[in-house]
């Protein structure tokens, strides 16, 4: 899908009010998290490249919070969303 921000997934398809952007820099894919109900969000966390958040991502436990970065930062959905938006 595509907005003025650009292109993006649903990463939780049930809430609609949350967007994963994507955008490619260089050879990397970047994404950015946006929420309607914290609009802040966007304005305060910039685009991460996907390396970022595979390091970060192992660091995580999934019993914190219920999140899986690993899910919420689909790269195949990205690459697959960026192929198709070119």
């Known amino acids: 899908m595509k907005d003025d921000k650009g292109l993006y997934y649903l990463p939780f398809p049930a809430n609609k009010r949350v967007r994963m952007y994507v955008k490619p820099v260089g050879d990397e894919v970047c994404f950015r998290l946006w929420n309607a109900d914290d609009p802040r969000m966007w304005d305060e966390h910039g685009w991460l490249p996907w390396t970022m958040i595979r390091e970060a991502a192992g660091?995580?436990?999934k019993k914190q919070k219920g999140f899986d970065p690993n899910h919420a930062y689909d790269i195949g959905v990205a690459r697959a969303l960026l192929k198709e938006g070119s």
């Open 59 to 61: 660091m995580y436990e």
